[in-house]
């Protein structure tokens, strides 16, 4: 595999930030649960399926959350959303089914990060209870079931779409989490081979569809790039996107990554 053409350099973690790790951990015991039980990833973090006009295959896009179907059945609850860890406060918002549709911001003030999950209809996926709770901007704690996967918005059948938002820069604790799983490739972003091998592959899957099947490596870098600029994004791989909002640098991490044991 070549050199990434960014190795993204971040500080070593520092006795603080492990003393703050093993507090969450204390705190948010792994459970007998999972945030989406049973629920099947249908778009992964990173580098994805898009789609063109019309819903057009074999296009390549951006993706910055986690996409699950379906999932299982808990106290009644289908598809069921579970909270995965203890959170502060929280908070609704409504995109009036456009986009996102609506999110659902589960925040995290001490450990410094917000989980954001989006397509949930306030008047049929969302229990009442924890609805009022969330317009209220409530704490939530771990294990509450807050709905279930929903359709709202910019969607082809219920799913949750979710992403895990640092409030800084970075959040230390997942930055150290990943790093204790994965090891420093979590440092690394996708090489320009990566990159081109996906677009290929997405031209030999939908020869008809796809844009890609006359482009050549630089046009594929290209738009590859024009892709990152638009969503003002300046390091990405399978683990984490680090991005510019309103002058201000943030990370969103894969839910997949960090959620996996909870």
Known sequence: ???????????LPTKGDEILLQRFLNENKIPDFSYRCGGVFTAQFGIEEGWGPNWAEGYVRIHTGVDRARGGTLRSVKDVVVSPFN???S?????NGSGYGSLVVLKSKTFQFELKIAHMNPKTDIIPWA?????????????????????????TGAHTHSELVS??????????????????????????????????????????????TQWDDGKILADWLNQKRKKQIFFINPYKICFFQNGKSYTRYA????????
């Open 167 to 212: 409030t800084d820069e970075s959040c230390e604790i997942f930055e150290l989490l990943l790093l204790q799983k994965f090891g420093t490739k979590v440092f690394r972003e996708y090489t320009d081979e990566e990159i081109i091998n996906y677009y290929r592959n997405q031209s030999k899957r939908y020869p008809k569809t796809s844009p890609y």
């Open 1 to 11: 595999m070549p050199k990434s053409h960014h190795d993204f350099i971040t500080p």
């Open 87 to 89: 959170f502060d406060s």
């Open 131 to 155: 609805l009022k709770q969330i317009l209220e901007k409530k704490p939530i704690q771990q294990g509450w079931i807050i709905g279930s996967a929903g359709t709202y918005g910019y969607s």
């Open 255 to 262: 839910t997949n990554k960090v959620l996996e044991d909870f």
């Open 91 to 95: 908070e609704y918002i409504d995109y």
